[in-house]
């Protein structure tokens, strides 16, 4: 069973940076982590999860419009461990981060990916 761990969510002021990162492991179905679309969702408080960012196995990347620009998201195949670089953050990027993973990426940019981690907390201030 696939599983996956967040960290390195906390709490910044407005403008700051964090970094998140999501370790994978579990990978028993003949299936390794680099074949697999990873991502990030996040969900505020009220709020549906909205998908943040994905990225394939080759690192190609595409993100939501609301951080373009400011986030980047990459992955180390050899450690299977996903990150999220959050730079010039924003009140409304509070939230709470989740990694996710699949197969296929129809399932990623649905929201309906096979795999989803804890999720990290992240709350700006302003």
């Known amino acids: 069973q696939v599983r996956l761990v967040e960290s390195g969510g906390g709490s910044v002021q407005a403008g700051g940076s964090l970094r998140l990162s999501c370790a994978a492991s579990?990978?028993?179905?003949?299936?390794?982590?680099?074949?697999?679309?990873m991502g990030w969702s996040r969900q505020a408080p009220g709020k549906e999860r909205e998908g943040v960012a994905v990225?394939?196995?080759?690192?190609?990347?595409s993100y939501a419009d609301s951080v373009k620009g400011r986030f980047t998201i990459s992955r180390d195949n050899a450690k299977n461990t996903l990150y999220l670089q959050m730079n010039s953050l924003k009140p409304e990027d509070t939230a709470m981060y989740y990694c996710a993973a699949d197969l296929t990426l129809f399932n990623m940019v649905s929201g309906n990916p096979d795999y989803w981690g804890q999720g990290t907390q992240v709350t700006v201030s302003s």
């Open positions: 579990g990978f028993t179905n003949g299936y390794t982590y680099s074949r697999y679309y």
């Open positions: 990225i394939d196995s080759d690192g190609t990347s």
